[in-house]
């Protein structure tokens, strides 16, 4: 915490950017203060949930509402993750205060930064990412690329993450899904090891896309978050900051992919786009689940397609040096690029 603090009142932050952080913070933190000790063991069996990894930008929210559209898996909703302490023992009271809440600090932040609905859209009933709770408990690792705070990396990685990772168990458990739940978050790429331990059994669907197009679609993404919390920022600096990001976040995922004991599942981003159908009959298959007959999508692909122009050159990236800078990567996984 004393490097959170020392990180917070760096020149790094203009003083608007470490104002609004310190509020931000201090609400997640009491939130999940709150649930924590609400939080209680329940020993009681969990179904061996999926899991949907890839870089940001990637298609993993397009995959997480493909898979809960079409069989039976369960997700966790915005208003949920952002909001997970009881306050009312009346199931009804308790979603409306909770969802309200949400409501509240999600329009605070979209006002702050409104081009990020046009990048990653968002309302309170949209399955999300798993950062949404953690954030609560501050260990999470989106802050890392949110502040730049490279010291929390360092952190997490060195720590045992399970306790963390129990006490979203508990959420989930405590959220009494009737399905198998269907979780989703590029995070979870940098810690698979304390995630298989957690939930054993668990299937982990890996999409893959182009590391440039998801670099150039992030890049501006994270270009507004960075302007409110450090004032404006330079562009070539967050293109760097991000292809660097996504080298440490691929070669630790392929590392651990080589020494847990886990089930992969890998599906191409360009095929989820262009053959649904096909990536439903691979996931039925590789998942052992049938399809649920003549369901409708209740969200349009089209709705998680990025509406913000920019332009890719602006943030020192090009094709080539992409490329070049991902062989790694894309010679292992060529036939899902």
Known sequence: MSDYIDHLNSD?????????????????????????????????GMQAPVIIIGLPRSG???????????FNFSGLKYWELSSPSQVSRNPFIDKKIRKFKSTIGFYIYRYLIPSIQSMHRVNMNTYEECWNFQ???FLCYNYVIQLKFLQLEKF????????????????????????????????????????????????????HRDPFDTISSYCPMIESVWNLFFGNTKKQEVGSFIKELYIRMLKKTMEHRRTVNCNFIDVSFDQLINDRQSVLQLLSSKLETPIIECREERVSPDFFKSKY?????????????????????????????
């Open 60 to 70: 993993t929210t397009n995959l997480h509402n493909f898979i809960i559209n079409n």
């Open 12 to 44: 790094l932050f203009s003083p608007l950017g470490r104002r609004l952080h310190s509020i931000l913070s201090y609400q997640s933190l009491r939130e999940g203060s709150r649930f924590a000790k609400q939080s209680k063991h329940i020993d009681k």
């Open 135 to 137: 954030k609560n408990l």
């Open 309 to 337: 122009s920019f332009d890719p050159s602006s943030y020192n990236i090009s094709k080539e040096r992409i490329e070049e800078s991902f062989s790694f990567y894309s010679e292992q996984y060529s036939k899902y690029l």
């Open 156 to 207: 997490l990685l060195d720590i045992d993450t399970a306790p963390l990772l129990n006490h979203y168990k508990a959420f989930i458990l405590q959220s009494n899904k009737k399905n198998p739940i269907a979780l989703k978050c590029p995070d979870h790429m940098m810690f698979l090891p304390d995630i298989i331990n957690t939930f054993p059994g668990t299937k982990i669907i890996w999409i």
